[in-house]
């Protein structure tokens, strides 16, 4: 018995240490880079003038929604370079900019380099193609086809982290819990149910942050 249990133990460690250790990184991660030359992974800063929605990518798992991502085109406010795709909060845009302008002229734009999946990358050579076509770019201009700057990194580094402990936690509470009778068949039934309402939250919150932030 014990030579089934122990693995089992031991990936489900493997789970929550990668969870905290990738939150950690993401939260410890900072910089003031140039986005032109940032790369993957760099933290990067601009000012931007204006911001508007370029496209939302909604998020599932076995047709089960977990979220919506929110993607803008932004301007810098030199003015010399191409407009940027970041990935924001929608509250964050409303808060400061009107009509897609800044409202203090210029806005603050700060966030980690990070790899657009396929979907976002389709959608963003439809959207390069439209504004050439309607002269609102011109060639050169186009929004980078395989990155974006992510405003949100940390915010799901936290939630990484929050994940990973609550794993464990809940994995040692049922291991203990299921050797010593409480959890389980001929268990106490509150404490059952206690348990599977607590599992059902942090798969949820698991699922979203996971399908949000990538694996």
Do not use: W
Not at 7 to 21: E, Q, R, T
Not at 195 to 208: E, S
């Amino acid at each position: 018995m014990n030579g089934k249990v122990v693995p089992g133990v031991i990936v489900m460690a493997a789970i929550s240490l990668f969870l905290i250790i990738s939150g950690a990184v993401s939260l410890l991660k900072n910089g003031s880079a140039s986005p032109e030359s940032a790369g993957k992974g760099d933290v990067c800063e601009f000012s931007s003038v204006y911001a508007v929605e370029a496209l939302e990518i909604k998020h599932s798992v076995n047709l089960i929604p977990t979220g919506k991502d929110h993607y803008y085109l932004m301007i810098a406010s030199d003015n010399s370079v191409a407009p940027f795709l970041v990935r924001a909060k929608p509250s964050f845009i409303e808060k400061n900019f009107v009509g897609g302008i800044a409202m203090l002229g210029s806005q603050k734009i700060k966030g980690k380099v990070t790899r657009l999946n396929y979907k976002a990358a389709s959608e963003v050579s439809s959207i390069n193609s439209k504004l050439l076509a309607e002269s609102l770019i011109s060639s050169g201009e186009e929004l980078d086809k395989y990155y974006y700057i992510d405003m949100r990194y940390k915010e799901f580094g936290g939630l990484r982290i929050l994940c990973g402990i609550g794993f464990a936690a809940l994995v040692a509470v049922g291991f203990i819990g299921g050797r010593s009778g409480t959890l389980g068949k001929g268990g106490n039934k509150l404490l059952g149910g206690v348990f599977l309402i607590l599992t059902l939250g942090l798969l949820v919150l698991m699922l979203y942050t996971l399908s949000m932030s990538g694996i």
